[in-house]
């Protein structure tokens, strides 16, 4: 059988890893494309034994990435989520983590020149129509991954991405507020809808007989709290505009409960059939929203101006800088700025069947 090589570099984007390529890299028609995309990275198998991806949804990330013909952007950021254990190659979210990557993978590229010691690449969000700004260190012109910030969730210091959110609000959902009310309930749960970049369930870890400290692992290992989750989350996407959602990768489900490392509040987070090990960036970014948010589950009080919020999560804590106006269905989120790394690991070719790609 031979093979057909697609260029490709494998990038850890804060706490997430994925294969970062150049859309005239792929195949132009879609269904050719997730047809590629599954072979390079092993789905469908739990393991992905046969590709690239890691065996779990942090792990198993696309980023298609191209020049941009908009005015207001540099590059195009179309991010695909490959289940690994389903033939299913998913656009309906956003992924700020695979996100950090984006700037420094298009200088590598070439598809945009450093301009100085620190490079602002805007960046139009395909998924979602939004744009985020991600300030890339680029010393003497060249991208370094070397640096003194640290983000919980991986080990050690690299060089500081920058992220800064412009346009987010209701990017999924068509507003911040779906069903515009700050609480709704849900099978005798009360529910915050919320969507900040990403479409988020807030929910009491208390309301599943949860303390909100229990692992990852012991969450997913409770058949009841997990089938509970789902219920809920089925019942959730219609009321979120987000339609059937039995296939798809939004919205994710938060439990909050109070913070116990003296941040705003701790989470655990189903993205939405595994327990993330930390937060996903712009889950974090609706979660906090849901606490700036007067009314809300998360019992938030509503704040005037700026705040940072400390969102605590199972490996430590996400920090959240936000600007709002208004309250109650009328906040304005008018800024969301975080902190991020990334890293190149390896660059190459990734291989495919060319049998897959004749079909195109
Ligand atoms: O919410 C996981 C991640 C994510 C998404 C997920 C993300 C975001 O940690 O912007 O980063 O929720 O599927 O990469």
Known sequence: MSQRAIPASLMRGGTSKG???LKTDLPVDEATRNAVLLAAMGSPDPRQIDGVGGAHPLTSK????????RPDADIDYLFLQVFPDKAIVADQQNCGNILAGIGPFAIESGLIPATGDMTTVRIFMVNTASIAEATVQTPGGRVTYTGEARIDGVPGTHAPVMLNFLDVAGSSCGRLLPSGNPVDEIDGVKVTLIDNGMPVVVMQASDFGLSGSESPEEIEANAEVCARVEAIRLKAGPLMNLGDVTSKSVPKM???SPAREGGDVSTRTFIPHRVHDAIGVLGAVSVATALALKGSVAGGEGISGAKTFDIEHPTGFFSIEMAVSGEA???KV??????RTARLLMR???LVPESLWSED
Do not use: M, P, Q
């Not at 696309?62 to 013909?69: C, E, F, L, R, T």
């Not at 008018?334 to 902190?339: D, E, I, N, P, Q």
């Open 348 to 350: 190459g070719e990734v």
């Open 62 to 69: 696309i980023a298609v990435v191209s020049k941009s013909d």
């Open 329 to 331: 269905a009328d906040l």
């Open 19 to 21: 294969l970062y390529v």
């Open 254 to 256: 938060t439990l909050i």
């Open 334 to 339: 008018t800024r969301s700025a975080l902190l």
